[in-house]
């Protein structure tokens, strides 16, 4: 009877009849059949169902057409405000930077919600491209949002506003490396969301750049909570990508706290939930992190495949700059596990790519790393080289520290002109290329031998 | 606003007011919404009608554009939207939180004027929105809270888990929908032996039958019901 039951399917009668009976637990056939133990689970479901109120109730009421009307109505003013707000901002954002505000000041009628989710909305591509301008973005829409007279907007739309732009001025400022000013923006947003009937998504955007912006204060545990609960809420959202950036945020806690052990697990873990999902730029974070986590951990193999990984994928997506920076990752590995000659091949391919790129201060600091794995083998020509042509692509590129990243690269080349190992002075330069765009003003002084 | 003569209006209403229900039995009738005769079987909320109204959505300004002005696809997007998923949320509202009907829609509307102004891609639309009706419940409770006392059972209102929330609810409604489907008989079968409990004996004396053949009815309806709720689903999906 067992055999035949294992060979043949279970018919509808007798599933049913193993529910109503409790015998199903016991059954041998159900665990080795899955379509009968899946029809048996459907058979279950709809009767656990029957049992309750819910699925007697009678159907809800008709939409109701006031709201429809409201939502409509809303809908309809947001397309209209923002599509004059583009135009809007094409005039305000003229110029420079340092134009934009007064010039705002003198324009009340731009002051607009739709003004305030253009300028948002153009902040996460600025904020990489040129930081400052970020910032000054963000100035703009917080100055605007703050002024919004919210009786005019219906329910909690200028506070929503106001919480959203405070959010990205606190990430704006967080590049720039300004933390206590980036959490009293994090306060604000706060301030503004929590007083919103629906809050919850928002406030859990927040708790990612929170996460990040309380790690240079070196407040831990705050910043893992801000980050733990941020994924929680997006996993009830159901929101895969932003749960998976949330819990990535840990990661960088954890490198500073030194747990590269628990890193590395939760890296793999994110790996296994977003490896199936089409969220390749995500993926391709959680792989790159890997890479870096391996290459803490000394296992520059497999810190090599994943960074390997991660570039396919962002190859795939076309994310030149993300995959150039992660090549250069590889090429530094390399010349620290000794693999000199490799890892020079590598970055002077990169130092091009970059150029063309137009990532001027990344072409040069890998230059400098090249100068710096000359200078091992003094190679002193050869730096020399670098020097020019790194100085050059300065010159071309006018940006407005040229000339004080000119000056700085200038101690290299006549360092090398006289035969000197300075390796520390090359250390020395790229630092101070690497802040210059962050503070274009800060002078270069050798460090004293 | 407000969603008057309702069925969901009623039924919150006969809540408030703790009544035991009765809904309406028709023998005869074999259009969706007939239910057998029934009972409520959950405990109403002990609320108060004449309390202060709860912080409520005021109607949104019309559209800078004039009247007659073609509307935005954004704005035909919302409505449809706001048609497949409101009786979801308003499920949600008013059987898990236990939210007056006219303060749910109300509750909904926040919803979906959030939902407009979250300027970012949302992943699975309906699990955002069942999230955030859930958020907008609890925000509706902490309000009511700072003015009146909270039910007895607020936290059983608090966290209904909302990872799996949205396709338990689905799920119910689509049972109900198949339901609506069926013969009266049928219908009255499966109620009487999945909701009351009662055993096939009971079932074949309520129908006057026999033991066997009641023991039948109830395997039959029960794979009629699965069959039509495949279907639904099936289109659905």
Known sequence: MVTNMIERHYTDEALIALIETNRAAADRHLPACEPCSAKIESFRMIADALCDQESWDRPASEPVPATIASLRAFADRMTDEDSRAETILQALLAGSREEWMPRLNEHPEWRTAGVVRKLIEQVYTTVVAMPPDAVEMTALATDIAEELDSTAYPSDTVARLRGAAWRDKAYALFYVGKFAEAEAAIFASERHFCSCVVSEYDLARLGIVKALVLRPFERFAEASDAAVASAKTFEDYRDLNRTVSARLAEVPILVSRNMYAQAERLLLDLERQISKSTHVDTHARVLGGLGQIYKKLGKVDVSIHYYDCALALLDDIGASTETVRIRWNVAVILAEAGKVEDACARLRDLTHEMANLGMTVDAALASLDIAELLLVQNRYEEVEEICRSTMQAFELAGLAYTTRALTALAFIREAASLRRDDRRLVRSVREYIRVLPRQPNLLFAPSPD | ?237
Not at chain 2, 81 to 98: D, M, S
Not at chain 2, 174 to 191: F, G, I, K, S
Request: with cysteine.
């Open chain 2, 1 to 237: 606003m407000g969603l008057k003569s309702t069925n969901v209006q009623r039924s919150a209403e006969r809540l408030r007011e703790g009544k035991v229900a009765v809904l309406e039995h028709n023998a005869s009738d074999v259009t969706p919404n007939a239910s057998p005769q029934r009972t409520e079987k959950s405990s109403a909320r002990p609320g108060d009608p004449s309390a202060p109204p709860p912080p409520t959505v005021p109607p949104a300004p019309a559209a800078p554009s004039s009247p007659g002005a073609p509307s935005s696809p954004a704005a035909d997007d919302v409505e449809a939207l706001y048609i497949e998923h409101r009786n979801l949320l308003l499920y949600v509202a008013c059987r898990k939180f236990r939210i007056p009907d006219p303060d749910a829609e109300n509750l909904i509307q926040e919803v979906f004027l959030s939902f407009l102004q979250t300027g970012t891609k949302i992943e699975n639309v309906r699990a955002w929105l069942v999230a955030a009706m859930c958020n907008a419940s609890r925000h509706y409770w902490r309000a009511q809270g700072r003015i009146e006392s909270l039910p007895d059972d607020f936290k059983e209102h608090c966290d209904p888990g909302s990872q799996g929330l949205a396709d338990q609810f689905a799920m119910r409604m689509t049972v109900r929908q198949a339901l609506d489907y069926l013969q009266p008989r049928c219908r009255e079968t499966l109620w009487l032996h999945y909701f009351e409990g009662r055993s096939a004996g009971d079932v074949a004396r309520e129908l006057e039958t026999t033991n066997r053949y009641a023991e039948k009815l109830i395997h039959n309806c029960l794979k009629r019901v699965r069959e039509i709720y495949l279907s639904i689903t099936a289109v659905t999906k």
